[in-house]
């Protein structure tokens, strides 16, 4: 079955394995006429990049970005984009290692399993830079809902989690861990070191939120905006859990603790008519779609590390 | 867009609302040659269907499952299996509060607000009642998957989860609450009857486990098992959260806490020289795979009550 | 794989055989709001009904079309829409003949070779009595695009054509054959009653033409206007050919013989601005797209009878 | 909505235009552990290189593929196969013209009316050179399905038709016009060369053969084996009609004419048990699936040949 694809009407396919010459991604269904450059997409890339601290893994890539089709004169033509990202630091490291013993938590065993045969250097498909690919498609995407802004950090580190009192998204981009709690930082800082050090690695949490999300976005059952979004979640290598809103705390609690209760707005010029909800324990879907665009829809991952 | 499927090569439609005269699922893609009969699908329908306890709804449906093509001389023929459960307890309950005012906690907003119409009758097509197609098409789908056992259960309500040193599955036909631990079990109906009456609900964790499933089985990225399962719950009622085996909690482990080892196995003959897995963190799903047949593969999802 | 559907945004799965009892189809994605009754897609299947005439299979069924779910209040809600229409001359035909032996022609080796397996009562499911519930979905489509009128005529019967200068459309509705030229219809009583006496039949070409189509409908590559045309014409049973606009006859033309000039359009304020185009030899999609709303679309098809 | 893909299982999607840097396919559901290197594509890009005769467009392109991913030490890996051609010959030809005035017979028109912008320069996207895509990937797909021999050719040049009698498939690869009849080949020359002259075009008949179709393969209905083919043949620039086995000569045929016998085959041994055909007037694909793997399955399409 085919499945190196996410989205419908806006659909990007990824291809590329961390070892071979580069990697990429086919977006397809994007609009008309966006204004759209390689200078649109880097910036994201260059927030991934590994090699920039000693917490992340030392590969060096500069991760440039060519775009080798769908756009003319600066804007995008409707035809599908073609994103491509070189491979440059593909070390001569000894995987024989690799090739001969399946290494636990990994997907070695795995693809042997499906396949009986893989591209062992680096992991091949199964490595974590696949997602350089994603995150290509996802500048695309973005400036298709420019209506709707994207938070993503990460709330917590082996267990260590950031005060929601001492957030500040302007913090993100300050420390190398995305932390919005620069507190957490100082703590993390040590506590990645630590893992370090032993050769061992952390489990993490990352959050994102989207605001201005309009109401009405999703499907009502199946193809709901939580089930696209747990679905993209999980398919990245090594998540474990999505939470939507309150998420599993929504199980501990009753029907009227989780309810958003909603009241009429009287000013119905400026919020376009739109109830007032005076809270937001669903994460923005309810009844499968987002019910305004003055609450955020934030679902959160457990992505599990790994040594 | 069109969404009411679930599957790829076995795959599933379903139609219906609460109060309509029906509702239904057309399965299409399903092998040829396998017996099946209204009597394979009935008992999941029987064991769902409501009205049989004070903890339910208290609607009464026999649910019925009708086959109208797609099975001849009581065998599937490869061609689409269309099923059918007719609405008999369509009560002549007023609806013209729900008409005019937004649940909190339902979908009734976010319907007028995608669709700007509603069938608001029992919430229609947001219903619960939904599920009774889904659990006819997973009944249909058990027979294609034979080497696979699937148990589901309650595994926690309103926070109060079962002992896992009690878990007893022949207990979970026994009670009201598909509750394998028969003391949570009767401290449960406490727990449902006083939210009962105080005109509560209580939100809950079902667990899934799945065990035989061939190593190999999903997609190596985007739609990995894990990723299918988690579209899958979410794509229910109600749903905010969804682990994989240890789900949230790899967030607060390490790599090699994480990791799941392997050893040869000595005995090849009656293991398909499959490696023994000395621990499961991963859910069975390593790599996106399921690594072995000897694990399960867990599946949690976080349901939020209504009232 | 699952493959009983048509179509994108607007989708329909149909399922049912020859002598099951019942047939129908899943519309999904279909627009809220639509004013939809039973009245607005039995008409459509009283057109196609058998029995109505001494040329077509004598077979008499009602054809009433019942709308299970999707519908409240008469509009469509946005939710899936379900269509039955039951068997009821399930004549008790001795069948032991098509079981054991394979009708030339006709589906009966093709499934067992494909299945191992087959409703062989009337041709199960390759039986042409499958197109009722396309043309149950047809109805339904209809309303989606009401800009759009389709016509569709019998233009060839056996090889005897119409005469493009006797057409008429008021006739189709007028004579057995939807003969838009009177004296074909005449011709073809005698031609199709020979070949019913002679326990024969005889081959037919279907034309359909679309106007008002806006321009700029289809993809531009693979999923063409003309190629989601002939997908749809080809997957039906029998059909063996389909052309847009020239077809085979563009293959003996040349490149400016075949090309439709198009000049500016003095009155801009009438016509949106489209140019005028003063040929339409390639039925009205240039580039994929259709180029204006003046113009039709037009394919055919060759229907290969069976005796 | 995103429709530059084709396939199911074995899926591709293509990319690039006319005058971009690259154009390229990438191929996702491939089985694992075929052999595959450029020297199994190129060939057939070879086959298809403009400019090597003087009865084609003179544009220069070495149309040299490069495999990106999906392939470790020369075998198939079962992730995406990522294919590039770079353009090379992008002639700085001036295209003032084009991109104030629409080509008749071209898609200019249509893609400005669909997307209110183009890539004007050679065509863009709609430029016939995407079908290098397609060859590259189709080259792929061969190794897939090693059983299947496919044989394609240009059968009428201008209403000019090949003698069947004196049909050589080893002609095709002797003349520019891949003309299996010498006699007609020489007679091709003189017309298309009188047609160029004129600054005329002259449209042409494809047909393909496929032999070894095991038979079952394909969908009973819609996604029939004669639909896909349609759609696929369908879904490039300038093909206006298709027909399977007789195709239109069907319709002037009788039932029985049409119907393809069988009689036992005495030798079982040998024939996997498949009866023996005396007639193909369904092109092999009667009841929507292929009969058996002694018959052929040909489509032609009807290509009109742009100005």
Redo the contacts between chains.
């Keep these: 079955?085919?499945?190196?694809?996410?989205?419908?009407?806006?659909?990007f396919?990824?291809?590329?394995?961390s070892h071979?010459?580069?990697?990429?991604a086919?977006v397809?269904?994007c609009p008309?006429?966006l204004t759209l450059g390689e200078a649109d997409i880097q910036p994201f890339l260059d927030a991934r990049r590994p090699g920039q601290s000693r917490f992340t893994t030392q590969r060096q890539e500069p991760d440039h970005v060519?775009i080798?089709?769908?756009v003319?004169e600066g804007?995008t033509?409707?035809?599908?984009?073609?994103l491509?990202i070189e491979n440059v630091d593909q070390r001569s490291k000894d995987y024989s290692d690799v090739a001969r013993a399946?290494r636990?938590?990994?997907?070695?065993?795995?693809?042997d399993?499906?396949?009986?045969?893989?591209?062992y250097?680096g992991g091949?498909?199964?490595s974590a830079r696949?997602t350089a690919a994603r995150v290509a498609a996802g500048a695309v995407a973005r400036l298709v809902i420019p209506e709707v802004a994207i938070l993503g950090y990460v709330s917590?580190i082996?267990?260590d989690a950031i005060d929601p009192a001492a957030f500040d998204p302007a913090e993100i981009a300050r420390n190398p861990f995305f932390c919005p709690d620069p507190a957490a930082a100082v703590r993390w800082e040590g506590l990645v070191d630590g893992?370090r050090k032993a050769g061992?690695?952390?489990?993490?949490?990352v959050e994102c939120v989207a605001t201005g999300v309009p109401?009405?976005?999703g499907?009502?059952?199946?193809?709901?905006l939580?089930?696209?979004?747990?679905?993209?979640?999980?398919?990245?290598?090594a998540?474990?859990?999505?939470?939507?809103?309150?998420?599993?705390a929504?199980?501990?609690?009753?029907?009227?603790g989780?309810?958003?209760?909603?009241r009429p707005n009287p000013d119905r010029s400026s919020n376009e008519g739109l109830?007032i909800f005076t809270a937001n324990?669903?994460?923005g879907v309810?009844?499968?779609?987002?019910?305004?665009n003055r609450w955020w829809c934030a679902w959160r991952s457990?992505?599990?590390?790994?040594?």
């Design positions: 079955m085919s499945r190196n694809s996410f989205g419908h009407v806006f659909r396919t990824t291809w590329g394995e071979g010459p580069a990697l990429g086919v397809d269904g008309p006429g060519r080798l089709s769908g003319f804007r033509t409707g035809t599908p984009i073609s491509m399946y636990p938590g990994h997907a070695d065993y795995a693809y399993a499906k396949y009986g045969f893989r591209d250097r091949g498909r199964s696949e917590a082996g267990g893992a061992s690695s952390l489990g993490a949490v109401a009405g976005w499907a009502p059952l199946y193809g709901k939580d089930a696209e979004l747990a679905y993209a979640m999980m398919g990245i290598n998540v474990k859990g999505v939470e939507i809103g309150d998420g599993f929504a199980a501990a609690n009753t029907g009227e989780n309810a958003d209760p909603m109830p324990h669903a994460g309810a009844g499968a779609f987002r019910p305004g457990s992505r599990r590390h790994r040594s």
